[in-house]
């Protein structure tokens, strides 16, 4: 593999495979064919890793951006926030700071609304934040994602307007750029997209296909960066929620793996792994190959 490799990762909370049943499955619906064209090129994943319950945020997230089974090192699925345990995992084994040890340089594209990039409050450290700030010291704030070099949360910065943002909204495919422009300046660039998981929760459906025709528009075009020379397009979520309209809380489904671009040939790979754990030795194995 080239060592001008560069990925763009976009992470997207509580969005499991399911029925094909789009009574049931929102994202089979026929109003968003492009989600049903990755979902049904995706690879399924195990996100349930061994461990009675359902799989939750933390643990799930964990898993994936260390390649550990948090859940069976905490003895559960933990949500939300990491506690102190689950935060030294994560300090201590996380994808950006293996990237780094390789000599790459990892990104969280995600902007935070603050002027301080060093600054996060510790109740609202999720598992990226303290992925970012372990191996990277900052995240990226309110001038980079002024400048097209970060994009929030919402993609759209539709939430933005109760916490001081007076600017324009933008669309979809504008902050696929972004996104894209961030990516091509990285080795590797994380993305995380959790509005999937908050309307899965809400159970309601007005919500949920709001939130689904963010992600019918924007991630066609992120999707676009795997079609360039030497770049990768990878998505992977936690555990399965969106999916499932029968109910308000996570699901046992299995999650999508997609893969689109330079390495995503190598199908045998993809089509090894099993649980969230794989996912970070895979992405190594691609920057470590020579």
Same mark, same amino acid.
């Given at each position: 593999?080239?060592?001008?490799? /560069?990925?763009?990762?976009?992470?997207?909370?509580?969005?499991?495979?399911?029925?094909?049943?789009?009574?049931?499955?929102?994202?089979?619906?026929?109003?968003?064919? $492009? &989600?049903?064209?990755?979902?049904?090129?995706?690879?399924?994943?195990?996100?349930?890793?061994?461990?009675?319950?359902?799989?939750?945020?933390?643990?799930?997230?964990?898993?994936? &951006?260390?390649?550990?089974?948090?859940?069976?090192?905490?003895?559960? =699925?933990?949500?939300?926030?990491?506690?102190?345990?689950?935060?030294?995992?994560?300090?201590?084994? $996380?994808?950006?700071? /293996?990237?780094?040890?390789?000599?790459?340089?990892?990104?969280?594209?995600?902007?935070?609304?603050?002027?301080?990039?060093?600054?996060?409050?510790?109740?609202?450290?999720?598992?990226?934040?303290?992925?970012?700030?372990?191996?990277?010291?900052?995240?990226? =704030?309110?001038?980079?994602?002024?400048?097209?070099?970060?994009?929030?949360?919402?993609?759209?910065?539709?939430?933005? =307007?109760?916490?001081?943002?007076?600017?324009?909204?933008?669309?979809?495919?504008?902050?696929?750029?972004?996104?894209?422009?961030?990516?091509?300046?990285?080795?590797?660039?994380?993305?995380?997209?959790?509005?999937?998981?908050?309307?899965?929760?809400?159970?309601?459906?007005?919500?949920?296909?709001?939130?689904?025709?963010?992600?019918?528009?924007?991630?066609?075009?992120?999707?676009?960066?795997?079609?360039?020379?030497?770049?990768?397009?990878?998505?992977?979520?936690?555990?399965?929620?969106?999916?499932?309209?029968?109910?308000?809380? =996570?699901?046992?489904?299995?999650?999508?793996?997609?893969?689109?671009?330079?390495?995503?040939?190598?199908?045998?790979?993809?089509?090894?792994?099993?649980?969230?754990?794989?996912?970070?030795?895979?992405?190594?194995?691609?920057?470590?190959?020579?």
């Amino acid at each position: 593999m080239s060592n001008e490799l /560069k990925i763009l990762f976009l992470f997207i909370d509580g969005f499991g495979m399911g029925s094909d049943d789009p009574s049931i499955n929102p994202l089979r619906n026929p109003r968003f064919p $492009n &989600l049903g064209k990755l979902l049904d090129a995706a690879h399924p994943i195990d996100a349930c890793l061994g461990v009675d319950g359902k799989p939750q945020s933390a643990t799930g997230q964990a898993s994936l &951006l260390c390649g550990i089974n948090a859940p069976q090192a905490m003895g559960r =699925h933990i949500e939300g926030f990491p506690p102190p345990s689950l935060k030294k995992l994560i300090e201590d084994e $996380n994808l950006f700071s /293996k990237l780094r040890k390789l000599g790459k340089q990892p990104t969280f594209a995600n902007s935070y609304w603050i002027d301080d990039p060093h600054k996060i409050p510790l109740r609202r450290q999720s598992v990226t934040t303290v992925m970012t700030l372990k191996a990277l010291k900052e995240v990226r =704030h309110k001038q980079e994602l002024l400048s097209g070099m970060a994009v929030n949360h919402d993609i759209t910065r539709w939430t933005m =307007h109760t916490r001081g943002y007076d600017g324009p909204l933008i669309s979809e495919e504008e902050a696929a750029e972004h996104l894209q422009n961030v990516a091509r300046k990285n080795d590797f660039t994380l993305f995380e997209y959790f509005i999937t998981d908050r309307a899965g929760h809400s159970g309601n459906p007005e919500q949920v296909f709001q939130c689904l025709e963010t992600l019918e528009r924007f991630l066609p075009r992120a999707a676009e960066f795997g079609k360039e020379p030497n770049q990768l397009f990878l998505l992977c979520s936690d555990h399965g929620n969106i999916e499932d309209s029968t109910t308000k809380t =996570h699901t046992k489904n299995p999650v999508p793996l997609i893969a689109i671009g330079t390495g995503a040939k190598h199908d045998s790979q993809w089509q090894s792994l099993v649980n969230l754990t794989d996912i970070t030795p895979a992405i190594l194995n691609l920057y470590g190959e020579r």
